[in-house]
């Protein structure tokens, strides 16, 4: 079974794990458009249940071959809106789909050169949280102190000075919310989890203050208050973090 959000009168529909995962950020600028979205999530029951690990790929494989679009994957996103649908896979490209037509990719092309370079660090910065939180068994205890001593500070630090150096610090680029606040912030809120206290006044200020502004951004916490908000797991229940 999956666990289906729908929600009336929906255009879009958002397909992933019923885990936060590289789906967070799409929530969030989905989120941040206000705009009505329907979720499919794989891996858990109706009621937000998770399934057994063996047992977490059967819907996605029933399922991604009945999608037209050419590279089925998870997430997975479906645009109705249109007289011709549009159906897209992979996280990067439904998150610049999205930015562009609910305005979330900045106001001129330097500021979209900006914001596709950092998603482009986000996301070489969140493969190797990946690559720590699934290494299973022994070994990540030898993974996690190389991760935190090592490979934490270093995007920590840079994404920091980058921040401190703007005229307006709640925003990495411009003065408003782009695609790439979202990225960024679920990154940094998963740091505060796996590395307790890698973010805070005292070490990284800017960093810290960028995350509360974002919280309290109306519609944002107003989502984190929310039924069908996710607060955990944030990887795979499998995972060495979770």
Not at 66 to 92: G, H, R, T, V, W
Not at 182 to 190: A, G, I, R, S, T
């Amino acid at each position: 079974m999956v666990q289906k959000l729908i929600q009336h009168k929906a255009d879009i529909t958002l397909g992933y794990w019923g885990i936060r995962g590289l789906a967070q950020p799409i929530r969030f600028l989905l989120i941040a458009s206000d705009i009505s979205f329907s979720e499919v999530r794989f891996g858990v029951l109706q009621d937000g249940t998770i399934l057994d690990e063996s047992m977490e790929d059967d819907d996605w494989n029933r399922v991604k071959f009945k999608l037209e679009m050419p590279f089925p994957n998870l997430p997975y996103l479906i645009d109705s809106s249109e007289a011709n649908a549009i159906s897209i896979s992979q996280s990067n490209t439904i998150l610049r789909y999205l930015a562009r037509r609910f305005d979330f990719y900045g106001d001129s092309d330097i500021d979209r050169i900006e914001i596709d370079m950092l998603q482009d660090e986000a996301y070489d910065f969140r493969n190797k949280i990946i690559e720590t939180a699934y290494t299973l068994g022994h070994g990540y205890a030898f993974a996690f102190k190389q991760f935190s001593s090592d490979i934490l500070p270093y995007y920590l630090d840079r994404f920091e000075s980058y921040l401190i150096n703007l005229k307006n610090r709640d925003f990495f680029v411009g003065d408003r919310l782009s695609l790439v606040d979202f990225v960024l912030y679920e990154l940094f809120w998963q740091m505060t989890l796996m590395v307790p206290g890698s973010i805070q006044d005292a070490n990284r200020p800017a960093l810290s203050s960028f995350i509360r502004s974002f919280e309290k951004t109306p519609k944002i916490a107003n989502y984190i208050k929310s039924k069908n908000y996710i607060e955990h797991p944030i990887n795979s229940p499998w995972a060495s973090f979770t």
